[in-house]
Structure formats: C-alpha cells, structure tokens
C-alpha cells in the first residue's frame, strides 16, 4: 500500500491569483496522477507525473493551466494558475503501487479549493 | 471512447438486506478493473483489483466480480457503516502507460 498526505488539505482563493498543491508519498513510486472532483461529480484525470519526463495531459487540460513538477520519486506538485470559480473542485494526487500480485493505485485525502 | 457507467446512483438498504451494485463499460482494452469507496471529504480508498472474467475478490461483506462487460460489487449483510460512494475505474491504455477512466459512483445508504 502507500500513504499519502496533500498540503494544504483546504484553501480558499481569489479569482486571478494561483494555487500550489504538494503532494507527499511514503515510498517511492514511479507513477503519480493529479485528478479533479468537481462538487457531485467522479474523478477526472489531469495528468500522469513521472520522475524525469515531462507530465503528459489529458484532454482539455494544459500546462500552462496545470504545471506539475515531480522533483523526485516521492513527491509532486500541482498548481492551478489564474483561479477562477470553475476551479473550484477538489485535487486529488494519486500514485500506483504493485501490490501482492495486482496493481494498486492509492489516493490522497483531496485538497478543497474554493476560488471567490 | 472509453465509459463506465454505474447503477444505480443511489441506493438505501435496511442494515442485513444484502445486494449488488453494478459497473458496466465499454473500452477499447480493459487492462484492469478498480472498485473504490469514497466517504464524504476524503479520497477514494482502494478496495480491489480485477483483471479476468470469471476473478473474484472478497473482503469482509464485500464480493467483485468481473465479467467481459460489467463488474458486479455485492454486499453481503450490510452495516451503517458500510454506507459511502462506491466507485468503479477501469484501467485502460494510454501511450506507453495505463490511465483509470472513473463512472460516476453509487451513493450507498445503509439505515440501522
């Protein structure tokens, strides 16, 4: 399994301005994925983030929108630039582990941003 | 395109009344089938992974099981405490790698 913990877990932030999401694993993993939960809906995948290689974006996302960095094997970074209300949703970082005999892809607790 | 659809949204069941949640798709290559749950404010917590027709997996009152075409999630003398959002993701490919592709959840209720 892996245990993941996401800074901050809550925010609140004015149109215009940007959000940085830290997202912290207890092992080292080679795959990370940032998702979004708008309010009622599932999760949507932004991107997949893996160590040494650009981060590659789903369709309607872009990077100057959602720049990731991935410094390391255990951490990632998401920021949500130039905020607006439709940004608001919750961000959630994922990672996948191989666990006895099938692969398991974890979640962190969420960040909740509300964008005013 | 890759769906997964679940059914039903929402469900309330009497604590005891055992039943099934259902997760259907259409992909262009399953390599995998993810069962989550999700209570309110938290993320998703894994709970198993499906590869083949015919695999099944248990853990306390839950039971998946995977078909070509849907996977089924059956609940087996609920609690309350079993009530959450339970998700269904199927892995599929994507370039060089794998992505998950999530339905919209079923909200489950279990009343004491």
């Known amino acids: 399994s892996a245990v993941i913990s996401q800074k901050p877990s809550r925010d609140i932030c004015q149109r215009g301005t940007s959000l940085t999401i830290q997202c912290q694993v207890d092992?080292?993993?080679?795959?990370m994925f940032w998702y979004r939960q708008q309010p009622g809906q599932s999760l949507t995948l932004i991107a997949t983030a893996n160590q040494g290689s650009e981060a590659t974006y789903e369709s309607g996302f872009v990077i100057d929108k959602f720049p990731i960095s991935r410094p390391n094997l255990t951490f990632s970074t998401l920021t949500v630039s130039n905020l607006s209300p439709e940004d608001s949703s919750i961000y959630l970082c994922?990672?996948?582990?191989?666990?006895?005999?099938?692969?398991?892809?974890?979640f962190g607790p969420g960040t909740r941003l509300t964008v005013t | 395109e890759d769906q997964v659809t679940q059914s039903p949204e929402a469900l309330r069941l009497q604590e005891g009344e055992s039943s099934s949640l259902n997760c259907s798709y259409t992909?262009?290559?399953?390599?995998?089938l993810f069962w989550y749950r999700q209570d309110p404010g938290k993320g998703p917590e894994f709970l198993f992974t499906l590869y083949s027709a015919g695999e099944e997996k248990e853990k306390e009152r839950l039971k998946a099981t995977l078909t070509k075409k849907e996977s089924f999630l059956h609940i087996t003398a609920p609690k309350p405490e079993d009530s959450a959002t339970y998700l269904c993701?199927?892995?599929?490919?994507?370039?060089?790698?794998?992505?998950?592709?999530f339905g919209k959840g079923t909200k489950l209720t279990v009343n004491p």
């Open positions: 993701a199927v892995q599929v490919p994507q370039g060089g790698s794998e992505k998950l592709v």
């Open positions: 992909v262009s290559g399953l390599r995998g």
């Open positions: 092992s080292q993993v080679t795959m």
């Open positions: 994922s990672v996948e582990v191989l666990g006895t005999g099938t692969y398991e892809q974890y």
